[in-house]
């Protein structure tokens, strides 16, 4: 599968914005898909996951209650509704694919196929 993310931009603290990330040349539903940040001088970090089927998600603590996965197999689409946005979460977020675990990994490892990033920037 080849993954395209969109949905970036410059936002103001407290504001929201929704990630897309739609698959092509496979179906979205044979993957645990995930989302990945990394911010300038850090490195990448886990955001949250979703299982093939959408029934089972995990979150890194810090944006639970802010962020929200979620897919659309019939689209071939998976997305992250952000919320409640800080400066603290600029970053290049990235979608992931793992076509082969049983369930969701926050283990960048596990995810063999990237999309190529959307740049987010909360500022004021």
């Known amino acids: 599968v080849q993954l395209q993310a969109s949905g970036g931009g410059l936002v103001q603290p407290g504001g929201s914005l929704r990630l897309s990330c739609v698959g092509s040349?496979?179906?979205?539903?044979?993957?645990?898909m995930g989302w990945f940040r990394q911010a300038p001088g850090k490195e990448r970090e886990f955001i949250a996951t979703?299982?093939?089927?959408?029934?089972?998600?995990n979150y890194v603590d810090f944006v639970k209650g802010r962020f929200v996965i979620s897919r659309d197999n019939a689209k071939n689409t998976v997305f992250l509704q952000m919320n409640t946005l800080e400066p603290e979460d600029t970053a290049v977020y990235s979608c992931?694919?793992?076509?082969?675990?049983?369930?969701?990994?926050?283990?960048?490892?596990?995810?063999?196929?990237w999309g190529q990033g959307t740049q987010v920037t909360v500022s004021s």
């Open positions: 040349g496979d179906a979205m539903r044979n993957y645990i």
């Open positions: 979703i299982s093939r089927g959408g029934g089972s998600t």
């Open positions: 992931a694919a793992d076509r082969f675990s049983r369930t969701g990994s926050n283990s960048q490892s596990d995810y063999r196929t």
